[in-house]
C-alpha cells in the first residue's frame, strides 16, 4: 500500500523567510504532483514532475523530485502572506492514474 | 469552459437518509474519481471510473455506490447516510497523466 508522508503538518513562518516541505513516498513512482487548497475551496494544481531531477519553479515555489529516494521537496522564497494555505502532494500509483495525497501542510504566513 | 461541476455544493441530511451527488465534466476526460477529505487525513480515494460503464472501489468505498452512465457524469450515492460520512466530497476528472487532476468545486456533506 502506498504511503505519502508530508513534514511539517504544520508551519508559521514570517514573511520574507526560506522553508522546506517535504514528501516522502513509500512505493516507486515517477510522477509526483502539488497541490494548494485555500480555505473552503478546492484544489489548485501548482506543478506536475515527471521524472527524476525535475525541478519547477513558479514565482516564490520550486518543486523537486527524487525518484530514488522517493523524495520531493516543495521550497518556498522569501514567502509572502499570500501563499498562506494548505499544500498537498500527491503520488501516481497503480492503474487508472489514481493519486494517493499526502496528508497536507498547512502554511501560515505572518506578517 | 465549466470543467467540473458539482452539486450540490451543501447538504445535511438525516442519518439513514440517501443522496446522489452529482459530478459533471465537459472536457471529454476518461477517467473520473471521487473523493473525501477529512481534517488531518487529505484525501482519501471512495470509487473511481475509467470511463463510460465502468467503476471501481478505492480506498475507503464502504457506505458509497457510483454510476457512470454517460462519459460526461460520474454519481456518488449514500444509501444510509451516516454521521462518519461527514466530509468534504472532492469530485475529479483526468485524461492525460502529465497533467494530473481537474478538481470541482467540493461538496460539503453533514449528517446529523
Known sequence: ?????????????????????????????????????????????????LSNGAVKQEGRLMASLDTKARLSTLHITAAVHDLSATYFCAVITGT??????GTGTRLQVTL | NAGVTQTPKFRVLKTGQSMTLLCAQDMNHEYMYWYRQDPGMGLRLIHYSVGEG????????????????????????????????TSVYFCASSQDLGYGYTFGSGTRLTVV
Not at chain 1, 96 to 101: M, N, V
Not at chain 2, 55 to 81: C, H, I, M, W
Open chain 2, 54 to 85: 465502468t467503476t471501481a472501489k478505492g480506498e475507503v468505498p464502504d457506505g458509497y455506490n457510483v454510476s457512470r452512465l454517460k462519459k460526461q457524469n460520474f454519481l456518488l450515492g449514500l444509501e444510509s447516510a451516516a454521521p462518519s460520512q
Open chain 1, 1 to 49: 500500500e502506498l504511503k505519502v508522508e508530508q513534514n511539517p503538518l504544520f508551519l508559521s513562518m514570517q514573511e520574507g523567510k526560506n522553508y522546506t516541505i517535504y514528501c516522502n513516498y513509500s512505493t516507486t513512482s515517477d510522477r509526483l504532483y502539488w497541490y494548494r487548497q485555500d480555505p473552503g475551496k478546492s484544489l489548485e494544481s501548482l506543478f506536475v514532475l
Open chain 1, 96 to 101: 487508472a492514474s489514481k493519486l494517493t495525497f
